[in-house]
C-alpha cells in the first residue's frame, strides 16, 4: 500500500456549536476551539475535522450553507479561521472542513436567484421539474421524512428537490457550472491552508435519468429516496464527479479527504479508497447501521457489543491490502458510542468505556474520536419532545406517531437514536454550563456533567481521558507503528461472546489486543508466546500458561513472542 503523509495520524472531530463558547452567547465558535487546542494536542490527535462554521440559517445545524466562504458570525470570522488555521500548524496539527455540496441552503444566492427565475441560469443550478395533477415529480421520501419536492412559491404546479430537509435545495451537479463553483470553492480553502475535507452526504450527487415513483414503502405512501441512488446512471455520474473533485482539487494538494459514504458495495471499495482512489478514506459505517429498520428509528435494534465486533472486523478484513478506512463509534449524527455498543448498565461505568475504546482505537485504519468521546460522554435524557432540537430526531417521532405508537412510546423509541445526544456540549469541568460557556448553552447540558468532565480526569490515573492518551501513543510509537498502523489483523477467537480480541502484526513485531466486552471474566488461549504487556486499562491481566484472563471490561495490548 502507497505510504500517505496522514495515514498515521489520529483524528477528532469537533461539532463547533458544542465544543466551547468563547464570548458567552451559549454557541461554540472558534475562538473557543482555539482556546483548547492544547486539550486536544496533549490527547494527542492531528486532524481536526470541524463541522460546518459556513456562514448559515442552522436549518439542519450548518449543513446549510448559505456561503461557502464565509464564517458564521455565530463562530466568528474568516479571521478567527486564519488564527485556527496558524494556531494548529503551530502545534503540528491540521484542520479538515466539511464539504456540503450535495445541497446548499435556501437563503444561498444562487438559490434566490434561482427562485426568482428557474429557467435561467441559477435556475439551472437546482433541480425543478413540474408535478402532475397537483402532486410532485415523485414519491420519493427524504432523509429527514415527508416528501423531497417543496413547491416554489408562487408558482404553480412547480417544484424544486431537497433530498434532506426543505431548506437544503440540491445542487445539479450534472450542470458543469455548479461543479466549476465547488472545485473552485476547495482550492480556495485548500490553498488558505486547510488538509482536507470530509464529505458530507456525497452519494447523493449522482442523479438518475430517469426520474420515477417506487412503490411505497412506509404507511406515508412515500418510498426512500436512496432507492434511486443504486441506479447504474446516478452511480455512474457520482464516480465521474467525484474523479474530477479529485484530479481538480484533492490530489494537486494532496489533500486527506474522508467520505461520508453509505451502502457502497465491497467491490466499490477499491474505487473510494484504494490507489488513486476518490478520497483517502471513508468512514465506516457498518455497525452504526447494525439494527437499522426501514420503517425507521422506531423499530431500530439496539446493538451489544460483539455486533459492534463483528462490523468492524468484517469492514477491517473486506479493506485489508486496500485501504484505510476511519474508525468511530460515534459523531454528530449518531448517539452516543458507549450509550449505543454497551449493554446499558455498563454504558457509564469507565472500564467498559474503555474497554471499548482500546479496539476501535487499535484496529486497521485511522481513529476518528468525537467530542466527548475522551472522557465517556454518554447520551443524554430528553424530557419531552419539545426540548429536541434536531429536524432527523422530529421527523422520526412523526415517523413512529404515524405507526401508531403513543406519544410517551414514541419518545423513549427515538431518544437513544436522537442526533442532540452526541450535540449537549462538552463537558469541560463540574461548574456553571460544565465550563462549556458563561451564559446559556444552546442545548441543555447532560446532566451527569458533575461526574463526567474533562477536569476530573485530566493528569487521573485510571481516567478514560488518561486511557485514550495511552492507547494513542501507543499506536504512535516507533516501536510498535508498523504493526499499528500499517500491519495485518487477524480475529482471535471472534465466536467466543463478549471479547473482541485480534493480532496485528509489522515490522517484524506481534501485537495482541484483547479486550473483554463483558461482564463477566474471559480466558483465551495466547496465539504465541507471550511477551511483555504494553497496556492494560485496569490493573494487570493474568497471564499464566499461555492463557490470558480478563477481569470484568479489562482490556490488554500484549506483545507476543
Ligand atoms: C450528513 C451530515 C448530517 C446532515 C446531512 C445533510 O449526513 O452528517 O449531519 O444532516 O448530511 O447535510
Given at each position: 500500500m502507497e505510504r500517505k503523509w496522514w495515514q498515521d495520524k489520529v483524528c477528532y472531530q469537533i461539532w463547533p456549536k458544542s465544543f466551547q463558547d468563547s464570548n458567552g452567547d451559549g454557541v461554540g465558535d472558534i475562538p473557543g476551539i482555539i482556546a483548547r487546542l492544547d486539550h486536544l494536542k496533549g490527547l494527542g490527535v492531528d486532524i481536526l475535522w470541524l463541522s460546518p462554521v459556513y456562514k448559515s440559517p442552522l436549518a439542519d445545524q450548518g449543513y446549510d450553507i448559505a456561503d461557502y466562504r464565509g464564517i458564521d458570525p455565530r463562530f466568528g470570522t474568516l479571521e478567527d479561521m486564519d488564527r485556527l488555521l496558524a494556531e494548529t500548524k503551530r502545534r503540528g496539527m491540521y484542520v479538515i472542513m466539511d464539504l456540503v455540496a450535495n445541497h446548499c441552503s435556501d437563503e444561498h444566492p444562487w438559490f434566490r436567484k434561482a427562485l426568482s427565475d428557474p429557467e435561467g441560469p441559477y435556475g439551472r443550478y437546482f433541480y425543478f421539474r413540474k408535478g402532475e395533477n397537483g402532486a410532485p415529480p415523485t414519491n420519493w421520501r427524504g432523509y429527514f421524512g415527508g416528501?423531497?419536492?417543496?413547491?416554489?412559491?408562487?408558482?404553480?404546479?412547480?417544484?424544486?428537490?431537497?433530498?434532506?430537509?426543505e431548506k437544503q435545495p440540491d445542487l445539479n451537479w450534472?450542470?458543469?457550472?455548479v461543479r466549476r463553483e465547488v472545485m473552485e470553492m476547495v482550492n480556495w480553502w485548500l490553498d488558505r491552508g486547510v488538509a482536507g475535507f470530509r464529505i458530507d452526504a456525497i452519494v447523493n450527487i449522482g442523479k438518475p435519468e430517469r426520474w420515477e415513483s417506487f412503490a411505497p414503502d412506509r404507511p406515508d405512501g412515500l418510498a426512500d429516496c436512496r432507492k434511486m441512488l443504486a441506479d447504474p446512471v446516478a452511480r455512474r455520474r457520482l464516480h465521474t464527479y467525484l474523479g474530477q473533485l479529485r484530479d481538480e482539487a484533492f490530489a494537486p494538494h494532496d489533500a486527506f479527504t474522508v467520505g461520508e459514504v453509505f451502502d457502497t458495495d465491497p467491490a466499490e471499495l477499491s474505487l473510494f479508497i484504494g490507489r488513486g482512489g476518490f478520497f483517502s478514506s471513508m468512514f465506516d459505517f457498518s455497525a452504526a447501521c447494525w439494527g437499522k429498520s426501514p420503517k425507521g428509528w422506531y423499530a431500530a435494534k439496539k446493538p451489544g457489543p460483539d455486533d459492534y465486533r463483528d462490523c468492524a472486523f468484517a469492514s477491517a478484513r473486506q479493506a485489508a491490502g486496500i485501504g484505510f478506512l476511519s474508525n468511530i463509534i460515534e459523531n454528530h449524527d449518531e448517539p452516543r458510542g458507549v450509550s449505543h455498543y454497551l449493554p446499558e448498565e455498563a454504558a457509564s461505568d469507565p472500564r467498559a468505556q474503555k474497554a471499548l475504546a482500546a479496539v476501535q482505537m487499535l484496529l486497521p485504519g485511522l481513529p476518528f474520536l468525537y467530542q466527548g468521546q475522551e472522557i465517556g460522554m454518554t447520551n443524554t435524557v430528553f424530557p419531552s419532545i419539545d426540548g429536541?432540537?434536531?429536524?432527523?430526531?422530529?421527523?422520526?417521532?412523526?415517523?413512529?406517531?404515524?405507526?401508531?405508537?403513543?406519544?410517551?412510546?414514541a419518545l423513549a423509541r427515538v431518544a437513544p437514536m436522537s442526533r442532540d445526544n452526541a450535540r449537549t456540549p462538552v463537558q469541560w469541568t463540574d461548574g456553571h454550563a460544565a465550563g462549556f460557556t458563561a451564559g446559556t448553552p444552546w442545548l441543555p447540558v447532560?446532566?451527569?456533567y458533575t461526574r463526567v468532565n474533562v477536569q476530573a480526569q485530566d493528569g487521573v490515573a485510571g481516567s478514560v481521558l488518561e486511557f485514550y492518551k495511552q492507547l494513542i501513543s501507543l499506536r504512535k510509537n516507533d516501536k510498535y507503528k508498523e504493526a499499528l498502523v500499517w500491519g495485518g489483523f487477524a480475529p482471535v477467537h471472534q465466536e467466543q461472546p463478549g471479547l473482541a480480541?485480534?493480532?496485528?502484526?509489522?515490522?517484524?513485531?506481534?501485537?495482541?489486543?484483547?479486550?473483554?466486552?463483558?461482564?463477566?471474566?474471559?480466558?483465551l488461549e495466547l496465539p504465541g508466546a507471550a511477551g511483555a504487556v504494553l497496556l492494560c486499562s485496569d490493573g494487570a491481566p493474568a497471564l499464566a500458561h499461555g492463557v490470558l484472563t480478563l477481569a470484568p471490561w479489562q482490556a490488554a495490548v500484549v506483545e507476543l513472542a
Open positions: 416528501s423531497v419536492w417543496s413547491p416554489v412559491p408562487g408558482r404553480k404546479d412547480l417544484y424544486y428537490l431537497h433530498l434532506f430537509c450534472q450542470n458543469p457550472a429536541v432540537d434536531d429536524v432527523n430526531t422530529r421527523g422520526e417521532y412523526a415517523a413512529a406517531l404515524a405507526a401508531g405508537l403513543s406519544p410517551a412510546e447532560n446532566p451527569n480480541a485480534f493480532v496485528r502484526d509489522g515490522g517484524g513485531r506481534r501485537l495482541l489486543v484483547a479486550s473483554n466486552l463483558s461482564g463477566g471474566e474471559q480466558r
